[in-house]
């Protein structure tokens, strides 16, 4: 359990690194939009699992919420809703590639 544990800190602490490149004004859309859905598709096909995913990207969304709140006191709501809606997203990434691995397997 403790390894587990330890995999998800470190999704988290790297979720906050990421929600730092929101700051990036061009970078923004794509981040929020495709970046769950091409990073859960990655992990997934590198076999890493579906809560080190949502974990990763619910703290990016937590990231963006407290550092726009500290910076301009505003637009927390939105970036909480990013914090739920980013994890989803990277749900379809990563169901779509675990899904379609799952097809391709051999019968035994």
Same mark, same amino acid.
């Given at each position: 359990? &403790? @390894? +587990?544990?330890?995999? $998800? !800190? ?10 730092? #490149?929101? *700051? =990036?004004?061009? #970078?923004? =859309? ?6 769950? !859905?091409?990073?859960?598709? =990655? +992990?997934?096909? @590198? ?14 969304? %937590?990231? /963006?919420?407290?550092?726009? *709140?500290?910076?301009? @006191? ?9 914090? %739920?809606? /980013?994890?989803?997203?990277?749900? =379809?990434? *990563?169901?779509?590639?675990? $899904?379609? @691995? ?5 019968? &035994?």
């Amino acid at each position: 359990m &403790a @390894r +587990l544990t330890t995999k $998800l !800190l470190y999704a988290a602490l790297l979720g906050q690194l990421v929600a730092q #490149l929101g *700051w =990036i004004d061009p #970078l923004f =859309i794509p981040l929020v939009l495709a970046g769950p !859905l091409l990073t859960g598709a =990655i +992990l997934a096909s @590198r076999r890493v699992s579906y809560a080190w995913v949502a974990v990763l990207w619910a703290s990016t969304g %937590v990231g /963006m919420a407290w550092s726009d *709140w500290v910076v301009n @006191r505003s637009d927390v709501a939105f970036h909480l809703a990013l914090a %739920v809606l /980013m994890p989803l997203l990277a749900g =379809i990434g *990563w169901g779509v590639v675990h $899904l379609t @691995r799952r097809r391709q397997l051999p019968a &035994a």
